[in-house]
């Protein structure tokens, strides 16, 4: 089964709009010619009219790093899939563990957001991941099959199509801890083993599955060349642009 390997940004509370336009102008010429995968940045809400105008004309996509569920409203502090699509967003993450750490995501909000993305043509990246008490429990895959249940909930094998999964291990964002190849792989394994068992096997082949967590330049082969793992969503190390144009290449 050929799944296109997806290498995405996640610029997290960095970078302002000269910072953002300066690493586009050193980043396309390195990966220019590069379509063996495809290639996302989700900068800070603020970028995201300044990230698409400066890579217009390429193949990287922008998206936002969160969406409200509501199309608009009195949500002070929000952003809405409509304001994204309008100033050319093609993405969303959804979910993030930071998300659900510090702001109160539930799997119910997950999941409301998740329509809502759909509903609107948006690609949605829904992030699911373990705390390391929780892996250190045994609880690793009732963690992730609630999550995914409870993201899923309400969705159609019809609509499913575009939608990735990041699987983020919270221990290993930002720690410099990262997954082993094998530890990735089985907790890939039981993620797609439930998208199969709520929307059908051929879904679930199809559906591409990112590792998020500490990855960088000298772990990002070794990964991402595994079978099960159909991309990466990178943090810090996505800062730079050499760093990142590396990953990209693995």
């Not at 995501?105 to 008490?133: F, Q, S, W, Y």
């Not at 082949?205 to 990002?220: E, F, W």
Request: glycine residues 10%; contains cysteine; negative net charge.
């Amino acid at each position: 089964m050929f799944r296109k390997a997806l290498i995405a940004a996640n610029w997290k509370m960095f970078k302002t709009p000269v910072e953002a336009k300066a690493f586009v102008e050193v980043f396309l010429p390195l990966v220019a010619g590069h379509e063996r995968d495809e290639i996302a940045i989700f900068p800070s809400p603020v970028l995201l009219p300044e990230l698409v105008k400066a890579t217009q004309g390429s193949r990287i996509a922008v998206g936002a790093q969160n969406i409200h569920f509501a199309e608009e409203g009195a949500f002070t502090g929000e952003t809405s899939v409509l304001q994204v699509k309008d100033v050319g967003g093609s993405h969303t993450l959804v979910g993030h563990s930071e998300r659900r750490q510090y702001f109160g995501e539930t799997d119910e909000i997950v999941n409301k957001k998740l329509h809502t993305a759909l509903r609107h043509g948006i690609v949605p990246v829904v992030c699911v991941g373990e705390m390391l008490a929780e892996r250190e429990a045994g609880r690793t895959a009732d963690v992730l099959k609630r999550q995914i249940a409870g993201a899923f909930a309400g969705i159609t094998p019809e609509e499913a199509g575009t939608i990735v999964i990041a699987y983020e291990p919270v221990w290993a964002i930002g720690t410099g801890k990262t997954a082993t190849p094998e530890i990735a792989v089985e907790a890939h394994k039981i993620v797609r083993a439930e998208v199969a068992k709520l929307l059908g096997a051929e879904i679930a082949a199809n559906m591409r599955i990112l590792y998020g967590g500490s990855v960088k330049q000298d772990n990002c082969t070794s990964l991402i060349q595994q079978e099960e793992i159909d991309g990466a969503l990178v943090g810090g190390a996505s800062l730079k642009p050499e760093s990142f144009a590396t990953i990209v290449k693995y």
